[in-house]
């Protein structure tokens, strides 16, 4: 997710410097981390772990942390993790992917959390050729950074069309509004993937307003969305702001749905918006109610050590790392960084808690998603 799209050329000329610095690292990680029997695999992890995102990392890293005690207690591969908070900064997660590489010399990548952090950071990957994987970077485009770039986030494209659908057919939609953060990449992609989904189920847009990340104003695009009346609103941005406009439109009258984009999965959208996130729509591979025993297990074992329920950026990250154990097994290699990139590309039929994964030819994941709806202060599905 995220960040302004001005600013992944500023990325990528300083990254390219840093590299031009540090040096490029391809195929194995340097002869001090040469593998050993019983070594452990060192992988990176760049997460927006401090400032208005920062829900988003710190579920990330709870759902690794406890992956990684599960791995290693299993002993077919040990993994040790490297953070590094990226604060949701492009320059900062360019900084985070080359300290990493060159310095802690890592077998792999995790991260970044957001989409536009993930076009400045992840060339800098792929031309070191380290294999990188986004856990929340759904924007279209990621994976054509290069070979070495996955993700198992569910791509805007295929959660967004579906979540639409249901609403339209649900609510019986004929008009709708839209709303999405004009200065962040993916918001800007999800709304596009909005616009298309919309226009694909026959409804009117009768607005399109638009704001930037960090504003706490939207009184006057929603004082325009009210006199048009709307049968819904659709909203494409980070939970923050998506909190913000809930509140506002329930304040103002607007008592519509509204449908979101990927930033609507978090908890901290119902913990910001209180009464005002009911009835919030969003698609998901992640949901906690299915009767799957792999589900209930994760949940059980997550709320054992955080005290909390796992969300979607916990439960994608957990599976990420359980993804790389795999490959990492099947790599025969704690360091070598171009046979665990193969070892990624080959994994299918992969059961994880987000459901059955498989890499596309384009390390996109093929999965399914769910359609949630916020109901009595919880996600549950709609049907």
Not at 284 to 302: L, M, R, T
Request: charged residues 25%; aromatic residues 8%.
């Amino acid at each position: 997710m995220k960040k302004s799209l001005s600013k992944w050329f500023t990325g990528m000329m300083i990254g390219t410097l840093l590299l031009t610095t540090a040096g490029c690292g391809g195929g194995s990680a340097p002869a001090a981390n040469s593998n050993s029997q019983g070594e452990s695999a060192k992988l990176g992890v760049v997460a927006y772990m401090s400032g208005g995102g920062a829900a988003y990392g710190q579920s990330q890293k709870e759902g690794l942390d406890l992956a990684k005690d599960e791995i290693n207690a299993q002993g077919k591969v040990k993994i040790d993790l490297v953070y590094e908070d990226s604060r949701g900064n492009n320059t900062e997660a360019i900084n985070a992917v080359n300290k990493l590489i060159n310095k802690d010399n890592v077998v792999g990548l995790i991260g970044p959390t957001l989409s536009g952090e993930m076009f400045a950071a992840g060339p800098i990957a792929n031309q070191s050729g380290v294999p990188i994987m986004g856990t929340s970077t759904t924007a279209e485009g990621v994976t054509d950074i290069g070979e070495f770039v996955f993700r198992n986030a569910l791509p805007e494209s295929s959660a967004v069309p579906q979540a639409v659908k249901k609403a339209v057919e649900k609510y019986n939609l004929k008009k709708v509004a839209v709303m999405y953060s004009s200065n962040n990449d993916w918001a800007v992609s999800g709304y596009k993937t909005m616009e298309k989904a919309l226009k694909d189920n026959g409804v009117e847009i009768i607005a399109t307003e638009t704001f930037a990340d960090k504003d706490t104003d939207f009184s006057a695009q929603l004082t325009k969305i009210a006199s048009l009346k709307p049968d819904a609103v659709m909203v494409s941005s980070l939970y923050q702001e998506a909190a913000l406009v809930l509140k506002k439109a329930r304040e103002i009258g607007i008592t519509v749905p509204f449908v979101g984009t990927n930033g609507f999965n978090s908890p901290e959208l119902i913990k910001i918006a209180g009464q005002a996130a009911e009835g919030a729509i969003v698609a998901s591979p992640w949901y906690p109610g299915k009767e799957n025993e792999k589900i209930k297990k994760f949940v059980a074992d997550y709320k054992a050590k955080y005290n909390k329920t796992p969300d979607q950026f916990a439960a994608q990250s957990y599976d990420a790392l359980h993804i790389y154990a795999a490959a990492l097994e099947k790599s025969g290699s704690t360091t070598d960084r171009q046979k665990l990139r193969d070892s990624l590309a080959t994994i299918k039929d992969f059961e994880g808690v987000t459901g059955k994964f498989a890499f596309d030819e384009k390390r996109n994941p093929l999965m399914d998603a769910t359609v949630l709806i916020v109901k009595d202060g919880q996600f549950t599905e709609l049907k």
